[in-house]
């Protein structure tokens, strides 16, 4: 049988040479590893334990002892969004996860198989489609219970669409090109040319628009858990921090504005990085944008 | 055109039941049944069960779905069990204040987005084009509950020109509704904005490379012409597309901006029903505001092929 060209081994090359140009790209791979250290290191950075109360210590400014203040229970702020960092970064892993898993196998298939499995599929996604993200993770997370895990598979369930369009899209093109046709020829079976053939050439736009729902996972995390139906306390997160240090503004602002500032950072960090991926893979692809507005 | 409509509208009907479909069994996962909700943890197990009859939830679930269905086409979505209203109208009360936010945001958003796009395009690689980009990139990645916070924080507090919450009705104290409805629809017409720009500025690039500008620069028409009047009006059918995109999706990003404002709308009466386990409020303020979204997207599509004749659905 022969192999399929497979245009990742090359894009990831590119990728390389690419970043050292793109200084937006640059700037987001820097800002993700930074998320990514501060998350497997948060125990060994923070100064001190993210749960450790001391109420003498409540709403403390910006000090040596507390590089960031403290909040209402004299916890440290930093060693807390150092610790938040975790739970960002496990509700969007496992969110996107859930969502290119089950996105990418239902568009596949319904380009794949066309017609009657393939409209019946997408009307269901349509189906999807038809709520705003948020509502509908809301609506989720009320039914399954506030936690950090239904969080996660809640917006996962809402980022469906997304993964499943451009699954659909490639799948309709790549079917007809003569290498799934060659394929075909020496004997390969649908299984083989859905994840032989098409899922291989599929992966640069599933990275892109990997990284895009990883970042609106972070921001409809912090906002469902800024109502209260995330991550619970006392586990530190970044809406939950958000949330509650709106409460407190009038006697320290850094409470609120820092939780954010990270939750920013790490949407920018994100996005920037899926601009640099989908430049460098492919400078016609666009991911789907439609559940951006999810978290804001 | 009419047929296309038609069509637009047959092939919403899938889409609306599945839709339907989606809000009754996800409300059908409660923990523990509503019967139960209602009562009371304590709550015999008799009583339980003869509420659970008188409710129907002992029949079978495709049974109950139909005539939730039912009764639902007919604007009866329940009752809520904290003040006794009908859901229909409890949503639909709140609505105004929700649809006030997204509007006036709507049109704040625009007053920005379309000078400040159309001024980058023109001036691609300028400094003014490089400002606007970076602020675009800023404005698409601020969580639009941060934006709201540090607003706060400016006008509210540090320079105590605007409230930082609050809301009394229109029809009332129009000018104390428009000062407390400044913040919030400053949040959110920032963050659209943001979004707006990077379309409108690429939209307008797309066109400004074609023949007919060429065309038209050479025959020797002023260049505000040849921007406003050829550019502006092809890049704006794309552009159509991203607002109402954004108006749909504004039903269900307002939530967390009504909470930080305490803007009594539909988001702040879901969250509010939530924490109140008034499932069948929440129940039917999702239904409501998927079939606006719907409806919303429809309207799109429509006034997509309407402005553009080019674009012909056979």
């Known amino acids: 049988m022969p192999t399929p060209p497979s245009i990742p081994a090359s894009g990831t090359r590119r990728l390389f040479r690419l970043a050292r140009r793109d200084r937006g790209a640059l700037v987001g791979a820097t800002l993700c590893t930074v998320l990514i250290v501060a998350a497997i290191g948060a125990d060994v950075l923070s100064p001190r334990n993210p749960l450790a109360v001391s109420i003498p210590d409540r709403f403390q400014p910006p000090s040596l002892r507390f590089p960031l203040g403290t909040d209402e229970l004299g916890r440290d702020l930093l060693s807390r969004i150092l610790h938040g960092t975790r739970s960002s970064l496990a509700v969007g892993a496992i969110a996107v996860a859930v969502a290119a898993t089950a996105g990418t196998s239902l568009g596949l298939a319904a380009g794949f198989y066309g017609r009657a499995v393939g409209g019946f599929i997408m009307r269901g996604i349509d189906g999807l489609l038809a709520f705003p993200a948020l509502i509908l993770a809301l609506a989720l997370t009320a039914m399954l219970g506030p936690s950090l895990l239904n969080a996660a598979i809640a917006i996962g369930i809402v980022s469906i669409p997304s993964f499943a369009r451009l699954a659909q899209a490639s799948a309709l093109a790549i079917k007809e090109r003569e290498f799934t046709d060659a394929a075909r020829a020496s004997g390969a079976g649908d299984v083989y040319v859905i994840f032989r053939v098409i899922l291989p050439n599929h992966l640069s736009p599933l990275m892109v628009q990997g990284s895009v729902s990883f970042a609106n996972a972070i921001l409809t995390e912090a906002a469902l858990s800024f109502l209260g139906l995330g991550v619970q306390p006392p586990a530190p997160s970044w809406g939950a921090m958000l949330d509650t240090g709106r409460k407190y503004l009038d006697q320290t602002a850094w409470y609120s504005v820092s939780a954010g500032a990270a939750i920013f950072v790490a949407v920018l960090g994100l996005n920037l990085l899926g601009d640099g991926l989908r430049d460098a893979l492919d400078p016609r692809l666009r991911p789907s944008r439609k559940d951006s507005a999810a978290g804001r | ?314």
């Open chain 2, 1 to 314: 055109m009419i047929s296309y409509i038609a069509r637009r509208l047959l092939h919403l009907l899938p889409v609306l039941l599945f839709v339907s479909a989606i809000v009754f069994f996800v409300f059908r996962v409660i923990p523990g049944d509503a019967a139960v909700v209602l009562l009371g943890e304590s709550a015999d197990k008799e009583s339980a069960e003869q509420l659970r009859r008188q409710m129907g939830l002992d029949r079978p679930l495709l049974e109950q779905y139909a005539s939730w269905l039912f009764a639902a086409l007919q604007t009866d979505l329940g009752q809520s069990h904290l003040n006794k209203q009908g859901v229909f109208s409890l949503v639909l009360e709140k609505f105004p204040a929700t649809l006030q936010l997204a509007v006036l945001g709507m049109i704040g958003s625009l007053l920005l987005s379309v000078p400040l796009g159309i001024l980058s395009s023109v001036r691609r690689g300028s400094w003014l084009d490089h400002g606007v980009r970076v602020l675009a990139l800023i404005g698409f990645c601020v969580p639009r509950y941060w934006l709201a916070v540090l607003l706060i924080l400016l006008f509210a507090l540090q320079l105590r020109v605007l409230p930082p919450a609050g809301f009394v009705p229109f029809s009332q104290q129009p000018i104390e509704n428009l000062r407390f409805a400044s913040l919030p629809v400053i949040a959110i017409a920032l963050t659209l904005a943001a979004v707006q720009m990077r379309f409108l500025r690429s939209s307008m690039l797309d066109v400004i490379d074609q023949d007919y500008i060429r065309t038209a620069r050479g025959k020797g028409l002023v260049p505000r012409a040849v921007v406003l009047r050829h550019a502006l009006k092809n890049a704006l059918i794309p552009f159509i597309t991203v607002i109402g995109m954004e108006f749909g999706q504004l039903l269900g990003g307002l939530v967390v901006v009504e909470q930080i404002f305490n803007w009594p709308g539909v988001g702040w009466l879901m969250v509010q029903s939530i924490f109140h386990r008034d499932y069948a409020v929440v129940q039917g303020a999702v239904l409501l505001v998927a079939a606006g979204f719907v409806a919303i997207n429809l309207l799109v599509d429509v006034a997509y092929t309407a402005l553009d004749p080019r674009i012909r659905y056979a």
